[in-house]
């Protein structure tokens, strides 16, 4: 379910934040740029979470005006 990969993205991102905030001292480039990557790995999923949710409401509505 989508709620489900909501909380499930949520919790990456956490434990991402507490990866940053433990090394951020002594972080590379390369480490930021995995980061980087990670984070934009993150936006992409709860993006189509949204979708998902989004798809769920339209089906909804559209069952509840019949």
Not at 1 to 8: D, L, R
Not at 14 to 20: F, G, R, T, V
Not at 38 to 53: D, F, H
């Amino acid at each position: 379910m989508a709620e489900t990969k909501i909380f499930e993205i949520l919790d990456e991102a956490k434990e991402l934040d507490a990866k940053m905030a433990k090394y951020k001292d002594v972080a590379d480039q390369d480490m930021m740029m995995v980061w980087m990557d990670n984070i934009l790995k993150l936006v992409t999923k709860l993006g189509k979470a949204e979708e998902e949710l989004q798809e769920r409401f339209e089906m909804l509505e559209d069952s509840l005006e019949k």
